[in-house]
């Protein structure tokens, strides 16, 4: 076995030359004041204010992390001439109409970083990639778990062949994620919500799929109407590739009397070597490291390094770099707006497969 820190794997963002581009945020909920302004402040990028629907909430997250500015609505901070980017991060359909709101506003930002999902719909978030990129404004979205630290050393290890050829790749959480009130009435709640995250890391790790096999059924702790909460989905490849992702948001009943077992595990198994990982997050409010543990056929060891960073809250610089050196590069940002259809186009699927009891296909 080797332990250790891990050198060469890649498990931290890359960022960007400049730190000086301003950022503006709109929305001042859990996500921005625990996650996004804590992790930006640590990577020293510069918030410039910050919005809220209610200006109350907005003064006391600014106040708590030392954000210069609040602004009155989303067009007053687009009207700041010290604003280059904007920072999303309202529920889903508010997300929808305040980037229209910002793509149609006569000072257009140079950039966005959108929440996940980008929309309910992929027609919504079509037409949201489509109108960002007519005014020429460069689109990321915040999946974010593809720089949680564990999703990103297994990346670096499948791009390099160490594991060969991929077999099996699964994600298995047995977690209970904290709904927001917006989410009672959306078409969907765990696939839009919270799948979301680990369909997306299967595509960043494997790519996308020809087809999609799912069950969803309600969890059994919330309360509200919704179709799918517990959700099963299986992707194959025409390589040969499968993965499956296990969603379970009940997680047995440990929030009920029972003893709890809480936890996310994923496996990667390839044809030269095999890797186990864990994500810390549910351990959340203390920071708990991903992990990973991995094997090749060339040493036949445990290699299990390990790092101080958390994916909440740390793994949030990482979108917000990617879109600074698009910005800074031109090119097209490593989770954007284009790429994310292909996410979105997955949690349809996976809705249409499960309502409808059958395989679904992707189209490229
Ligand atoms: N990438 C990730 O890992 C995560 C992403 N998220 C995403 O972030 C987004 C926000 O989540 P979270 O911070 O947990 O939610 P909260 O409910 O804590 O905060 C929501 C924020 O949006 C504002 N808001 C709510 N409704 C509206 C509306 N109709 N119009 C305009 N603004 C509105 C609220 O304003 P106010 O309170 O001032 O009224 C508040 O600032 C969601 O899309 C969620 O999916 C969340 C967690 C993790
Ligand atoms: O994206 C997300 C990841 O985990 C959160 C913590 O409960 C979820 O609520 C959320 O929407």
Known sequence: ??????????????????????????????????????????????????????????????????????????????????????????????????????????????GILAQKPLAMTIGEARELVESCERAGVVLQVNQNMRYDHSVRALKTLIDRGALGDPVLATIDMRAIPHWMPWAEGLRSLSTFIMS????????????????????????P?????????????????????????????WAGPAREGAAPDIGIRWRFEGTKGAALGTIGWPGWPDRVP?????????????????????????????????LMIALESGSEPDISGRDNLGTVALCEAVLRASSEHRAVGLTP
């Not at 995250?197 to 494997?206: A, F, I, P």
């Open 290 to 322: 991903s992990t990973i543990d991995y094997t090749t056929v060339d040493d036949g060891i445990w290699h299990r390094p390990r790092w101080p960073e958390a994916w909440f809250p740390d793994a949030f610089a990482g979108p917000m770099a990617g």
């Open 221 to 249: 702790r919330t309360s509200f109407p919704h179709a799918d909460g517990i959700n099963l989905t299986i992707l194959e490849y025409d390589d040969g590739a499968r993965a499956c992702s296990i969603d379970d948001v």
């Open 1 to 110: 076995m080797s332990t250790g820190l891990p050198e060469g794997l890649d498990h931290l963002p890359p960022m960007p030359e400049g730190r000086d581009l301003g950022i503006g945020v709109v929305g001042a909920g859990f996500i921005v004041r625990d996650c996004h302004l804590v992790s930006y402040a640590d990577a020293g990028f510069r918030v410039v204010g910050l919005t809220s629907r209610t200006r109350a909430t907005a003064e006391e997250v600014a106040a708590l992390r030392g954000v210069p500015e609040v602004f009155d609505s989303v067009e007053a901070l687009l009207d700041d001439p010290g604003v280059d980017v904007v920072d999303v991060a309202v529920p889903p359909l508010a997300q929808l109409e305040i980037i229209r709101r910002i793509v149609s506003h006569p000072r257009t930002p140079k």
């Open 196 to 219: 979301i995250h680990h369909l997306d890391t299967l595509r960043y790790w494997l790519g996308d799929p020809a087809r999609v096999l799912a069950s969803t059924r309600p969890d």
